[in-house]
């Protein structure tokens, strides 16, 4: 079996291959990926604050609840009639004052603490708007960039593919379904030669003797250690 234009196929491939990783690993694409991150994350920072202002918020009107009530409780005590009590009952009530009052003082401490929060929710807020609108515009700028150079890439990368396609119509059926399906499984290259001893050229490892035998045989033979397809080079 002749290999000849499969190894001629997978030269012009790995031209391709390489030309895809070079547009993934660009400058460009980091950009991109950066500076969507940094959207993404100045979104979630806003969600997120959201959440605990109308945590906050809530905690606000139930505290507002409690002082309504508890005020309530003091004008009744105040408008008691307190003249025919006596000394126990009023050091009773004079208690229940206390109490009532230092809930009230209580009450509009965490008011205070509450309002803190939400004064820093809101400035940390508008960063994170500002960071987002600047993010945005950075990626919009950035994707401009990845896409002019993909498009520069694009006029190599379709002469390779013309080529591949033309070589492909030489290629056994078969053995172009087999190199597919190892690609598919990123075991580039597909087809390596064997290398002295007896090593794998792309993974390395010793490969069997009764593989070994098959690949003098039938001239290619699957790598049992990689799944790469061996060949002998002349």
Excluded: W
């Excluded at 009530?93 to 206390?98: D, I, M, R, S, V």
């Amino acid at each position: 079996m002749s290999i000849d234009k499969i190894l001629q196929y997978q030269e012009y491939d790995m031209k391709y291959i390489k030309l895809e990783n070079e547009l993934k690993s660009s400058q460009e694409a980091k950009k991109v990926m950066a500076y969507k991150q940094t959207g993404q994350q100045s979104i979630e920072n806003l969600t997120r604050m959201n959440d605990v202002a109308d945590h906050t918020m809530e905690s606000i009107k139930k505290i507002i609840a409690s002082l309504e009530d508890t005020g309530k409780q003091i004008d009744e005590i105040n408008n008691s009639e307190l003249k025919d009590c006596d000394e126990k009952q009023l050091d009773y009530f004079a208690k229940q004052l206390e109490k009532l009052e230092q809930k009230l003082e209580d009450a509009e401490k965490e008011i205070l603490r509450d309002n803190r929060e939400l004064s820093e929710i809101n400035a940390n807020q508008k960063k994170d708007f500002e960071q987002a609108a600047k993010a945005a515009k950075a990626y919009r700028i950035a994707t401009e960039a990845f896409n002019e150079l993909k498009k520069n890439m694009a006029v190599e990368a379709n002469a390779l593919m013309k080529e591949m396609k033309a070589i492909a119509q030489d290629v056994e059926p078969k053995l172009m379904e087999r190199y597919q399906k190892v690609r598919a499984n990123k075991r580039v290259p597909v087809f390596v030669p064997l290398v002295k001893p007896n090593g794998c050229g792309g993974c390395g490892m010793e490969v069997a003797s009764d593989a070994l035998n098959k690949l003098q045989e039938n001239k290619i033979q699957e790598c049992p250690n990689c799944g790469r397809i061996l060949y002998i080079k002349d």
